[in-house]
Each structure stands twice: as C-alpha cells, then as structure tokens.
C-alpha cells in the first residue's frame, strides 16, 4: 500500500484549497509549512482567523467591513453627508480612502448587474441606497464602479433608478484602460477621476 498523508494533513489540506486563489499546490505547501513550523505560530494563525471572522461585520448603512456598525466613516462628522461614492466591493472603499481627496461618504453594491451570472438589481443593495437618500442629507451620488460593460451597465440603471429632484449622479472619469477596477488604479489617477468626474442626471 502506498504511503498517503495523515488524516489531520489531508483535512487542513482540503481546507487550504477552499480558499480563493489558493489552488491544490499552494494548499499543500502552505500546509506543509504550517505543520513544520513553530506551534506557536500555528495557533496564532488559527486565532487571528477566529477573531477576524467573529469581529468584522458589515457596516449597515455603507455595507463598508467594520468592527462596530456603523463604521468610523458613517459616524466621523468632519465627512460630507451630502456625498456618497457608489462602489462595488467593501475593499473598494480602501482604494478610493488611499487617494485621500474624497471627504463623503460611501455606499458599497456588493456587486455589478450581470444577467449571464445571475445577478439582478435586486441582488444589490440599491434599495438600501434608496432608503439612505429618503433619510440622509445626500445631494450627490457619485458613481465609482469599473469601466467594463457589467459596470457601465450598473452605472446608467442606478442613475436612471435613483434620478430624483435635487439629486445629482456622476460618475468618476478614469483615466484607465476600459476593464479595469479601482484595484488598479493609483493614488493620482484615483483623485483625478474623482476630481474629473462627469454628471450623468
Ligand atoms: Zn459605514
């Protein structure tokens, strides 16, 4: 009979390979480490993914990644509730902060309308960000989603949906090869599309 990995090596293995990116090689040598490493090391690994995944919530009126509902931006007074930016990931957030000209607020989709994947309007938190525009103070809706055809898509239905009296929606100019993400762009590029950005309604 040929030699097969332990049990608890196989399980950590399988774990590993669930995670996004990781495929089955990177889950066998992260598990390999893990299991020749320090122990001390290991159980402050397995701690610090209990805890991140015990403390982080979703803040619920930006859906922005938090420890306390709401979040530090929700409830900082020296932001600018008249501003929300519209983003697609909660991370998105993070890239727009490291620009470090926007001073709104933000509102984060969870996604892109994307018929062929399955997901409609009402997958999105738009009904959320309809909520927040009969009780908050917004003046602008500033759209940052991608420049690929699900994000232009997502950004004409939002501007035509939450077009209201009072309300301006724009969205930010890229200075970006089209397809691409907020993820790609730098600090400048980002401030510049902020600064640049166009009135849809
Ligand atoms: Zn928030």
Redesign the pocket.
């Known amino acids: 009979m040929p030699m097969t990995l332990p049990p608890s090596l196989t399980s950590l293995i399988a774990a590993l390979s669930k995670l996004p990116g990781v495929g089955p090689r990177s889950a066998e040598r992260i598990a390999l480490h893990v299991v020749q490493a320090d122990p001390e090391a290991a159980k402050h690994l397995a701690a610090a993914l209990v805890a991140a995944r015990e403390k982080i919530q979703f ?1 619920e ?4 990644l ?1 420890e306390s ?3 530090s ?2 409830t900082d007074p020296g932001r600018d509730a008249s501003l929300i930016c519209v983003v697609e990931r909660a991370v998105d957030i993070l890239s727009i902060e490291k620009s470090g000209t926007f001073r709104g ?2 509102h984060v989709l969870g996604g892109k309308i994307s018929p062929l994947d399955g997901v409609e309007p009402e997958d999105l938190r738009i009904a959320e960000l309809e909520k927040r525009l009969s009780v908050e103070p917004i003046r602008e809706i500033i759209i940052a989603l991608s420049t690929d055809v699900e994000g232009d898509a997502t950004s004409h239905y939002l501007a035509r949906r939450l077009a209201r009296a009072g309300l301006k929606v724009s969205r930010i100019a890229y200075g970006l090869p089209a397809g691409s993400g907020l993820e790609f762009a730098d600090e400048l590029t980002l401030s510049r599309a902020l600064e640049g950005r166009r009135e849809m309604m």
């Open positions: 803040c009126p930006c859906g922005a938090t509902s709401p979040c931006i929700c607020r933000f």
